[in-house]
């Protein structure tokens, strides 16, 4: 078994300590939140004439705005908030304005339903999402593989995936100023759109549409940037990371090569953002594992010879 790329524990760590503060630092998930929605528009269309979801899952809900979104959109909609963090759930069953204790209560109620989780094993049943949306959650998984095979069991035939993800762009700034004070790495590697794209071909998703931007943000200084990664818990996960202080040292030499980038509006960092829109196959549709295609068929199609 291969070493993993990330540390699942300190991503749950990170983003639980930033769950208080998160939406008042996350200018810019919340800006891609808000073109991923508008791409819901889609299944307005009465040419696709589609029913409305009866289930959507909203995977690395984070505070849950966008469960919210999609509960007003779709009101008759389970919408099942799943993060990894309990205390961004905690934030989410706030921001609802739900009582504590009605939230687990009644599972078919018209609010969002938290639930804890890793995105690596969906505690949901086999085709019983029909949208499966995920707003910048998925750059936390290393292995896309089999991270499509988990979403694409749990979404019904012909379900909507709708996701972002960061690209390798991002934050090349940081990652090339830190390389010049110790060898250890600091900024996460991110897939590009062509090996994301891959990786849900080779899931079974049909049609899939691939989009990538790029945003730049501006900091007085490395400090600056750096508080605002901690405050939206985008702090260094590698399982490969130094796991001592940076040092006062070492950091004084990535803040003067990352002053060779500034301009008029500050020092700039560069976000690449990929978002994919792709849709569910028909139930038996073989799945790519290596060079080998398995079929995966529902009991209830198989046929049962009775004596």
């Known amino acids: 078994m291969s070493a993993r790329l990330f540390d699942a524990k300190q991503v749950r760590r990170a983003f639980s300590r930033s769950a208080a503060g998160y939406d008042a630092a996350a200018r810019l998930q919340h800006a891609v939140e808000a073109r991923l929605l508008e791409s819901l528009d889609y299944l307005d269309d009465p040419a696709l004439k589609r029913e409305a979801p009866r289930r959507v899952l909203d995977l690395g809900c984070g505070t849950g705005r966008a469960s919210l979104a999609m509960q007003a959109r779709w009101p008759k909609a389970q919408v099942v908030s799943l993060d990894l963090a309990l205390p961004m759930l905690q934030q989410a069953r706030v921001a609802s304005g739900r009582p504590a204790g009605a939230w687990l209560s009644n599972p078919f109620a018209r609010k969002p339903v938290p639930v804890c989780a890793d995105a690596r094993a969906l505690p949901l049943a086999e085709a019983s999402v029909d949208v499966l949306f995920s707003n910048l959650c998925l750059q936390w998984v290393e292995d896309l ?135 569910a196959p028909e139930a038996g549709t073989p799945l790519r594992e290596g060079d080998v295609e398995v079929a995966s068929i529902p009991l209830s199609r198989i046929p049962i010879r009775r004596r």
């Not at 071909?201 to 900091?219: C, S």
């Not at 940037?225 to 004084?252: K, P, V």
């Open 145 to 279: 593989d089999a991270l499509f095979a988990g979403l694409r069991r749990v979404l019904k035939p012909h379900g909507l995936l709708l996701v972002s993800t960061f690209g390798p762009e991002t934050l090349w700034e940081l990652r090339e100023a830190f390389a010049r004070a110790d060898a250890a790495p600091h900024v996460s590697p991110f897939a590009d759109i062509a090996g994301f794209g891959d990786a849900l071909v080779r899931a079974g998703f049909h049609q899939p549409v691939l989009d990538r931007e790029e945003l730049t943000t501006h900091y007085p200084d490395l400090a600056s940037l750096m508080r605002e990664l901690r405050a939206i818990g985008a702090t260094n996960a590698l399982a490969s990371r130094r796991h001592t202080l940076t040092g006062r040292a070492r950091f004084t030499v990535a803040a003067d090569a990352y002053e060779t980038h500034r301009d008029g509006a500050g020092l700039p960092a560069t976000w690449e953002t990929i978002t994919a829109m792709a849709w």
